[in-house]
């Protein structure tokens, strides 16, 4: 089933054509990589799913996007209630400067969806969902600052737990990590996808072979091909695409 | 842009070609051995049969290798793959042409069963598949490929014919034929065996080519 549908999407910033005609279904549970080369608009697309875009100048956005059926592109849709249903985890990660349980606790009361006691409950959960519970369950009150790159980006992801979201993205995760904490993310990437809708931009084609089930390659803001990961990766069936993951091209 | 790469598959290239010449002329020579009872020929072959399992692991471990520093994808991950099947199936068509020369001198101190017609019709046809089957993988020739499979029929019509003969004009009508007729019965199997690993080699240049599964689906080659 699918949880996003792209139609006919284009995206101007100003005259410069970042988004060209894309078109794509996004399966519900599943996690889905975007791949390219630098400025292809892989992660301008990521950011119309929760319409990151809107805060950027003199952007123009056409076609729809909809998410569970809801075209985001609407006018008066309530974009924080959207943010909150389609995180983003980013290629640093950006815990508040706050104690690890306050940048947990703080989506759930600022949305009401918990306080008191609850609170507690969502803060251990959300922080078992990213296995960071064992680590860091006696040391709730320390600064989130101090944590390694690894578990800040754990418990950047920990924050869309608490508040529910249900579809995860992700811009370069493991970009500022080192191979051992990326293999970490792609494990729990993995774990989380059981409930979550996760989109992942990455550079790096070999983790988006190893984390994805569908992967879209694009180039020059245009979708060029978009299939299941094992068929594009081993029998890619655009040129451009195979000149690109063999690395004679990009 | 040419990469790195390039330059090491085209290596690699070179060494399953290697590979598929020796086989080629182990097949010729094995049955070469058999018309012209020729001893020290089938000993060769035998004896050469390190340098080819040496040449196995070569390519194997180059193969591996280049998986490893590479992490090949699209065509370069199936020309890689294709090419460490390719040399399985190529040094088991050496080991067959060993399984051949063994036959053979079992036979050569003995006296002749009849006139060789029909099995060198038959190693005839067995290498001229394997030099299709390499230079379709050499060439990505999909064409070639599929010349292979179909002439693996033609191959199987051979061997029945001379099995045929084996049992009813020698074996039914002479027991005292019957060890020499079951040497050359060998013989025919393992000349057919060769034709059946060509025709797997041609399907997987299909894949490589074409990224299309072929084995175990001959609909799909009309």
């Given amino acids: ?250 | 842009m040419e990469r790195h790469l390039d330059q090491e598959l085209q290596e690699l290239n070179k060494d399953i070609l290697k590979m598929g010449t020796y086989a080629e002329e182990a097949i010729y020579k094995s049955i070469e051995a058999l018309k012209t009872r020729d001893k020290e020929l089938a000993k060769n072959i035998i004896d050469n049969d390190v340098n080819v399992d040496k040449l196995e692991l070569e390519i194997d471990e180059k193969c591996i290798d280049l998986i490893a520093r590479y992490q090949p994808m699209a065509k370069d991950l199936r020309f890689i793959t294709t090419g460490m099947k390719l040399n399985a199936e190529l040094e088991r068509i050496v080991d067959i042409a060993v399984d051949i020369s063994q036959r053979v001198l079992e036979l050569v101190d003995k006296p002749v069963l009849k006139p060789l017609v029909d099995i060198p019709k038959l190693t005839a046809v067995a290498q001229n598949m394997v030099k299709m089957a390499v230079d379709s993988f050499i060439k990505g020739d999909i064409e070639l490929a599929k010349k292979v499979i179909l002439s693996d029929p033609e191959a199987d019509r051979l061997r029945n014919l001379i099995q045929k003969e084996l049992v009813e004009d020698c074996m039914m009508k002479d027991a005292s034929t019957a060890p020499r007729a079951v040497q050359l019965l060998l013989i025919t199997r393992f000349l057919e065996r060769i034709c059946d690993h060509t025709t797997n080699i041609a399907e997987d240049v299909i894949y490589m080519v074409q990224a299309e599964v072929v084995k175990h689906h001959p609909e799909k080659l009309k």
């Fill in chain 1, 1 to 250: 089933m699918s949880k996003i549908d792209i139609k006919d999407l284009n995206l101007f910033y100003g005259n410069f054509h970042a988004l060209i005609d894309v078109n794509m279904s996004i399966k519900e549970k599943y996690i889905t990589a975007l791949i390219g080369s630098s400025g292809c608009g892989k992660s301008t697309l990521l950011r119309c799913i929760n319409r990151m875009n809107d805060l950027i100048e003199d952007v123009k956005i056409t076609g729809s996007c909809m998410v569970d059926s809801q075209n985001i592109y609407v006018e008066g849709l309530d974009l924080v209630k959207l943010r909150k249903k389609v995180g983003m985890v980013f290629q640093r990660p950006n815990p508040f400067p706050l104690s690890i349980y306050e940048n947990i606790a703080f989506g759930p009361r600022i949305h009401h969806i918990a306080k008191g006691s609850e609170l507690d409950s969502i803060v251990e959960e959300s922080l078992k969902s990213v296995l960071l519970w064992g680590e860091l369950k006696d040391r709730l009150h320390r600064n989130a600052l101090d944590l390694s790159l690894e578990q800040k980006q754990r418990l950047c992801i920990a924050r869309l737990i608490a508040v529910r979201s249900e579809i995860l993205l992700m811009d370069e995760p493991c970009s500022a990590l080192d191979p051992i904490a990326t293999l970490k993310i792609e494990e729990l990437m993995q774990k989380l996808k059981d409930d979550y809708t996760i989109i992942i931009v990455t550079h790096n084609m070999q983790q988006a072979a190893r984390v994805s089930s569908e992967t879209g390659f694009m180039l020059l803001g245009q979708l060029i091909e978009f299939g299941k990961t094992e068929q594009i990766f081993t029998a890619p069936k655009n040129e451009r695409t195979e000149d690109y993951i063999t690395g004679r091209y990009g």
